[in-house]
């Protein structure tokens, strides 16, 4: 008697199991059964382009990269670092922005590799080359750096390194 409630049960979870799954594989499937477009996803950091490695070695050398991932639709790359600095690059390994975590700045080898000379010997000028929070470059036409100071705190220059503007 208890062999036989225990295969009436065995059989009716295979039967549970089976009913389970035909509706799932009945189902009328998207795409010829692809996923879809994938928008973002993790990659390893070895496989991003050779120049944001350069970048990355060349200024945070020693600095474990916590994530590192591809957004396809964009055609970036956003690193983060175990240090907080997060940086996307495009899909040549130009840096597109760079951000430094909360009550940090860049180290002023990164501003002055990133600017043109004329814009990072501004911010020289002015007292805040060692004081810049973030750098992201818009589209080819001009570079905007965010100074951790009172207000005006964003320079935006062109790609020639002219000041354009000082904002808040």
Do not use: W
């Amino acid at each position: 008697m208890k062999k036989n409630l225990f295969l009436s049960l065995a059989s009716a979870a295979v039967v549970m199991l089976a009913g389970a799954t035909v509706p799932a594989q009945a189902a009328p499937q998207a795409n010829n059964g692809n996923p879809g477009i994938v928008m973002a996803g993790s990659q390893n950091y070895n496989r991003i382009p050779e120049k944001a490695r350069k970048f990355v070695d060349k200024h945070f050398k020693g600095t474990a990269v916590s994530k590192c991932e591809q957004y396809f639709a964009k055609g970036k790359y956003e690193v983060e670092l175990a240090n907080g600095v997060d940086i996307d690059f495009n899909s040549k390994g130009e840096v597109l922005e760079i951000d430094s975590p909360d009550n940090a700045y860049l180290a002023q080898s990164v501003v002055k590799d990133l600017l043109h000379h004329d814009a990072y010997n501004r911010l020289v000028k002015d007292g805040c080359a060692d004081k810049v929070e973030s750098i992201e470059f818009h589209k080819g036409r001009a570079v905007e750096v965010e100074i951790g100071i009172q207000r005006p705190d964003t320079y935006i220059f062109d790609l020639n390194g002219t000041l354009i503007a000082i904002e808040d």
